[in-house]
């Protein structure tokens, strides 16, 4: 079915035409006389043409009604003033002449945006056409105000070779109406000097918006650019903790099978043994769907390399501390709560979050710092608190991974997290992650 947009035809009037309407076969019978044609045409085609006819003549009605309403409102105020001028001013004869062409040159200032060089050869025809009926070009305003606004309009709303072409037009129109109204040299000067001041306003104008678009269009692409950054270093993150997770389950889902082959061969001889493994294999297989159900919700690169080794858990936490403190950071850690078992991942994620906060403290926080981590154990949550009293400014806010990767573990399992200024001047990363106690 073709579209609404290309159904309908713009003529040369300036209405809408309905082509499907005028596309539409003749009825049956219709011959090539004008009169048979009358006399057999379909019944249904009047209505068409009736539209179509509509159409075209309130096409342009309906142009002009979309003019800038600035540029209406300045054209109707001109018309009445250029009639009031010429019908009270008893120097300005003929009447009726002058009156219909200032009048042209008051509605041409409505097209001054939508066709510059047009409306300013209006106004230049039209002052050049009354100079000839014998007024003095000092008695009508009408013909120079129009000048000068054109004057300004051709140099700001067209480019510059154009600009050029109607301030020749302007410039030549009144150089001819101050020669065929027999005016001094002094006069043309005075009216150059307006027609040049509003030329030099309009290019400034239109250096200036065109400043203001380019640097509109330049912050659009850097938000752009920036936004597209994000996304691709958001999507890195989830492919990343998407392959963690991979390797969790891996393991989970083998420490599953070596149980289970366990329980079997265990099951004639030692039934309690059997059962303890049993239970084992219940329990690692709840903790591995919970963790499938998270890896559906994050993208995986396919071409990543896919590892079986087990993951670090929060029993690694100290060597972790220790390991930072012979890098160079002093590193306390302090724990609240009871300490309890987690699901592989909320502990491989609380893991990878104080590692990554601990490495952005390295990079960003700057000379004789120190940081500390706080583990809280909560009913139902399990919380970490990493702060230092660097005096970096960046800590993990420039282009890289560290604060993305963090919100995206978080987020996975349904936690909160936020990153910031402390108020001792440092810097603070916090993450809640809402838990369920192993069995």
């Not at 249904?44 to 509509?54: C, E, Q």
């Not at 302007?170 to 001041?197: D, K, N, P, R």
């Not at 997770?245 to 309690?272: E, P, Y």
């Not at 590892?307 to 858990?313: C, F, I, K, R, V």
């Amino acid at each position: 079915m073709p579209s609404r947009a290309s159904a309908r035809g713009f003529d040369r009037v300036g209405g809408w035409v309905d082509l499907r309407e005028l596309r539409r076969p003749p009825a049956v019978g219709v011959c090539s006389t004008r009169k048979s044609m009358r006399a057999a045409c379909d019944a249904r085609s009047v209505p068409a043409v009736i539209r179509a006819s509509s159409r075209s003549l309130f096409g342009g009605l309906r142009r002009a009604a979309s003019l800038p309403r600035l540029d209406a409102a300045m054209a109707a105020v001109l018309v009445v003033v250029s009639q009031c001028e010429v019908w009270l001013n008893s120097l300005i004869v003929p009447k009726a002449p002058n009156a219909a062409l200032e009048l042209v040159a008051a509605i041409a200032v409505a097209w001054r945006r939508r066709a510059p060089l047009t409306a300013a050869t209006v106004v230049a025809l039209s002052g050049m056409a009354q100079a000839a009926t014998g007024v003095p070009m000092n008695q009508p305003s009408i013909p120079t105000v129009t000048a000068v606004m054109m004057a300004y309009a051709v140099i700001s709303y067209l480019e510059l070779r154009r600009a050029i072409v109607g301030t020749a037009i302007i410039t030549l129109g009144v150089s001819a109406e101050v020669l065929l109204a027999g005016q001094s040299v002094g006069a043309l000067g005075f009216v150059y000097t307006f027609v040049g001041l509003a030329w030099a306003l309009g290019r400034v104008v239109r250096i200036r918006t065109n400043q203001a678009v380019h640097a509109e269009l330049e912050i659009e692409r850097l938000r752009s650019e920036k936004e597209q950054q994000a996304r691709q270093v958001a999507a890195q993150e989830r492919a990343r903790i998407a392959r963690e997770l991979h390797d969790v389950i891996a393991h989970s889902v083998s420490v599953m099978v070596i149980q289970a082959g366990a329980a079997q061969k265990t099951l004639r001889h030692n039934a309690s043994d059997a059962e303890r493994a049993l239970d084992f294999v219940r329990d690692t297989g709840q903790q591995a769907i919970g963790e499938l159900g998270r890896l559906l919700g994050v993208l995986r690169d396919d071409s990543a390399e896919i590892g079986l080794a087990p993951q670090p858990t929060l029993a690694e936490l100290p060597t972790l501390i220790a390991e930072t403190c012979r890098a160079g950071l002093p590193v306390s850690l302090r724990t609240e709560g009871t300490p309890r078992p987690f699901a592989a991942g909320v502990e491989l994620a609380v893991y990878r979050i104080v590692q990554e906060a601990l490495t952005n403290t390295r990079k960003h926080a700057g000379p004789a710092s120190s940081a500390s981590v706080l583990l809280r154990y909560g009913p139902g949550e399990v919380a970490v608190e990493i702060t230092d009293d660097g005096t970096g400014t960046s800590n993990g806010y420039g282009g890289g991974h560290g604060l993305v990767g963090m919100r995206e573990r978080v987020t996975a399992y349904g936690g909160t997290f936020a990153a910031g200024r402390s108020t001792d001047g440092g810097f603070a990363v916090t993450a809640r992650i809402p838990v369920q106690v192993s069995e």
